[in-house]
């Protein structure tokens, strides 16, 4: 799995994964999301958009995270459209337990609106376009 980080906020991150979620790229996901919480990040958008196998161990992970995220009340937003991804939050039944929206788009405009509705699901509605994304930084 192929990670890529994007600074999109004084304190919030866009971690964007191409590939296979599985065991190992579960656990640098993990990982690396930990130490962003320790050097101060608060806000998350995760995109599965290119994500094309997602096993229990990448499951687990986003569980994780989340529940991790959810303690420290930090938001975390997930890119989820139609696909492997979503195949899989549907199949465990897990897609009300994540923030989830269809498209990047939504998901930078729900983070530019301060995560004001970080709780509930919001595939159904529309988002709009928001600042640009700097500091790109891409990892193994």
């Known amino acids: 799995m192929k990670i890529q980080i994007h600074k999109n906020s004084d304190d919030g991150y866009l971690v964007e994964l191409s590939g296979s979620m599985d065991l190992y790229s579960s656990n640098q996901l993990k990982e690396l999301v930990m130490k962003m919480i320790k050097n101060k990040a608060e806000r998350f958008i995760i995109n599965l958009n290119e994500v094309n196998v997602v096993n229990s161990s990448g499951i687990g992970a986003l569980i994780y995270i989340s529940s991790t995220l959810k303690k420290l009340n930090c938001p975390l937003i997930i890119v989820a459209p139609e696909g492997p991804a979503m195949n899989a939050l549907e199949v465990t039944r897990l897609k009300s337990y994540f923030t989830i929206v269809p498209t990047l788009k939504e998901?930078?405009?729900?983070?530019?609106?301060?995560?004001?509705?970080?709780?509930t699901d919001l595939s159904g509605e529309d988002g709009s376009p928001s600042s640009g994304i700097s500091d790109s930084e891409a990892l193994p």
Do not use: I, N, V
């Open 107 to 119: 998901a930078l405009a729900l983070a530019a609106e301060g995560f004001k509705e970080a709780q």
